[in-house]
């Protein structure tokens, strides 16, 4: 389990690393939550309450990121899909189209 953080790490993608679950510090504030608890600090409702907020603000993080990313595809598969409709407009690429068909007849 030590060298889960440090695998990780080593598999985000670079260029979306500010989007991942930031686990160094949700594991640093879980040894934090369980020394304060020991020393009766902090009561454990208190406890929950604090990190299922720290931890909806990761999981929002991500799926601010996940639909941003959904829309970056929804639009470069409309492009595509407008290009397909050019090109299949395009004489010599209905010929072959017509010639797919009646071979696969």
């Not at 020393?39 to 639909?67: A, C, P, W, Y």
């Amino acid at each position: 389990m030590v060298a889960f953080g440090k695998k990780l790490k080593e598999r985000q993608i670079q260029e979306w690393q500010g989007y991942y679950i930031n686990y160094k510090l949700m594991k640093k504030r879980v040894k934090q939550y369980a020394q304060q608890i020991q020393l009766g600090t902090l009561d454990r409702r208190h406890v929950l309450k604090d990190f299922s907020r720290m931890l909806d603000n990761q999981i929002e993080k991500i799926v601010l990121f996940l639909l941003e990313q959904q829309g970056l595809l929804a639009s470069r598969i409309a492009k595509l899909g407008e290009q397909h409709e050019v090109i299949q407009q395009e004489p010599h690429i209905s010929k072959i189209a017509e010639l797919r068909k009646l071979i696969e007849q």
